[in-house]
């Protein structure tokens, strides 16, 4: 039986590896959705997604900036996403896109060393992977949006 399958994927483009920041990112939404889902605790979260995959330190060290940074700037932050998603409530927005768009504008914060075009494309990225038909294009709206408000001359979108 000829399966032309395995003659086909040898012949796609594999993607490259993910860095070790996409890595921690995906971490990072992992823990956080938990967190906001479930209510677990966020370092026990962090530490039993990372044993699963067997990251790095230096993906858990970036993971975890992430999500203590982003719980300590929740109220901050949910209210940017309050103010630049006015069709919807925040407990209405998907838990997926809602962490994505807490970890982008935490990397959107004044003085991070994450780009603003970075933060957003990244949070895109994660949103195709992650979230649901129209998530990329509500994060990029969102961050967008609030880039734009904050900083008008970087408003750069994904």
């Known amino acids: 039986m000829n399966d032309p399958a395995p003659a086909q994927a040898a012949t796609r483009p594999q993607k490259p590896a993910p860095t070790r920041q996409r890595r921690g990112r995906i ?39 992430r999500v203590a940074g982003v719980l300590e700037a929740m109220a901050d932050i949910d209210e940017v996403i309050r103010r630049h ?7 209405q927005v998907s838990a ?27 949070a895109v990225e994660l949103a195709k992977e992650f979230g649901g038909e129209g998530s990329s294009r509500f994060v990029n709206g969102v961050l967008g949006a609030a880039v734009g408000d904050e900083h008008p001359q970087q408003a750069p979108t994904a």
């Open 27 to 65: 971490l990072a939404l992992q823990v956080l959705f938990e967190a906001d889902v479930a209510g677990h605790g966020w370092e026990q979260a962090l530490r039993a997604h990372a044993e699963a995959v067997h990251a790095p330190n230096a993906v858990i060290a970036f993971a975890r900036e």
């Open 85 to 91: 998603a006015t069709a919807w409530p925040l407990d």
């Open 96 to 122: 997926v896109d809602r962490n994505i768009l807490r970890i982008a504008l935490y990397e959107l914060r004044p003085g991070s060393p994450t780009p603003p075009k970075v933060a957003i494309n990244e």
